[in-house]
């Protein structure tokens, strides 16, 4: 845009920063989120200078920044969405007064708080919706060829290459990501030179994925994006909001599946078995009988926000989870963690919270269908995903990140659209 001054030029470029933490930056300094041993699940509840540094100074940028537009911050407000994250994040602070390990609960939600107010403020009040879009393709892509690169030159682990990650599971979710947001970029970039690079940078992406043999996300990769350009294209043309079509299509998707998993006696053992050579999902369904058993003991409430996993050796994931449980910082669903640290009141609104960016999404189907297909496609894949891993008002995690950033992409591009036709 025309007469931006230097703070502009960083406010605009402040997402693409929070993003390129957990992608490139945080990789090369910190150790495996998931832990190998009780020692370094007791040392992932100590805090940690680095992240404290950089979200700490990356939010006094922001402010600073931002400038007038804080003077609307208010016009936020109007969105559903913000209210009921701000109900989530109450909850998480209140749960401070519950919690085993208050001091821990307190900073991991502090933490929490300044990372959601800087994906809320730059990315509402972003310039322009599309140029952002550009700057994180351009992150994504260079992600993308950091890891091509790191494939080559480092050796796999005995289950997969995990490229510039500790896991191989990281890499497959980047990948994955990845993919979607050059699936966009094909579908706005003009000329056949952008739109064969876009190709070359997917296909890069998508042979990275395989490498690392990450099925979860190379599954939904292929799935999720199929699924919101129907949604999407539907609601175009048949002018149907595109929220009513998926949720319509999963409760229907549900009860097809109950139907056909009873006729033909197909079950939730037999799809692991189908898809990880493996009845327990990879050794999952032990983790989740532990963590439903401790759910039960505070069903209402939870155990606190951020206050079971690694908080140190007099914790109950400490001492009564059994085998390699004890091993573990996440329950490895989304979901069952938001139950265990804020119980049916936490997952009542964490589903708000996805309902309302469903159905804020569809909003900007009728201004641009490219972005609502890539805030569909990251908003489905997030939701899924959590399923078998968890994100959900986790720290960074990188799919958290994703998911705020396809939830409130649709008010600045709505606010962009607003900008131009006053213009």
């Not at 539907?234 to 549900?254: D, K, S, W, Y």
């Not at 003991?297 to 390699?324: C, H, K, M, N």
């Amino acid at each position: 845009m025309h007469g931006q001054t230097l703070l502009d030029r960083i406010f605009n470029w402040i997402p693409v920063l929070l993003l390129a933490y957990p992608m490139l930056i945080s990789p090369f300094f910190l150790v495996s989120s998931g832990g190998e041993d009780t020692a370094a699940n007791i040392s992932a509840s100590k805090s940690n200078a680095l992240n404290q540094l950089f979200w700490i100074c990356l939010f006094m940028v922001l402010l600073v920044s931002a400038g007038r537009r804080l003077l609307n911050a208010f016009t936020v407000l109007k969105s559903p969405l913000i209210w009921i994250l701000m109900l989530y994040l109450l909850l998480a602070v209140t749960s401070v007064l519950w919690s085993h390990a208050p001091g821990i609960a307190f900073r991991r939600v502090v933490l929490q708080i300044i990372i959601v107010m800087s994906l809320v403020i730059s990315v509402s009040f972003t310039d322009d919706a599309r140029s952002l879009l550009s700057r994180l393709m351009l992150l994504m892509n260079t992600v993308v060829l950091m890891n091509a690169v790191a494939v080559v030159l480092l050796p796999p682990t005995p289950i997969g290459h995990a490229g510039i990650y500790t896991q191989k599971n990281n890499l497959g979710a980047v990948m994955a990501l990845a993919m979607m947001f050059n699936i966009y970029g094909f579908l706005v970039s003009r000329g056949f030179l952008k739109r064969f690079g876009m190709l070359i940078i997917s296909a890069l992406a998508f042979g990275l994925l395989v490498l690392s043999q990450s099925k979860t996300s190379l599954g939904l990769a292929v799935l999720m994006p199929v699924i919101a350009y129907i949604a999407v294209g539907m609601a175009f043309l048949f002018r149907i909001n595109a929220a009513l079509l998926l949720i319509f299509g999963a409760v229907t998707g549900a009860v097809l599946l109950s139907f056909l998993s009873l006729l033909t006696r197909f079950g939730f053992s037999d799809l692991s078995l189908f898809l990880f050579n493996d009845e327990t999902y990879t050794g999952r369904t032990f983790i989740w009988a532990f963590v439903v058993d401790v759910i039960s003991r505070a069903p209402v409430l939870g155990q606190g926000y951020a206050s079971f996993w690694a908080t140190g050796s007099d914790s109950i994931a400490f001492r009564e989870a059994p085998g390699f449980v004890i091993l573990l910082i996440q329950a490895h669903n989304g979901y069952l963690d938001v139950m265990l640290e804020l119980g049916i009141v936490g997952i009542s609104l964490l589903f708000l919270v996805i309902l309302t960016a469903l159905f804020s999404a569809a909003r900007v189907v009728s201004l641009d269908y490219r972005i609502a297909f890539l805030c569909y496609s990251l908003i489905l894949f997030v939701t899924c995903h959590n399923m078998l891993e968890s994100a959900w008002f986790r720290s960074f995690s990188l799919n958290w990140l994703i998911f705020l950033l396809a939830a409130l992409l649709p008010h600045a591009v709505v606010r962009t659209w607003d900008n131009r036709s006053q213009n």
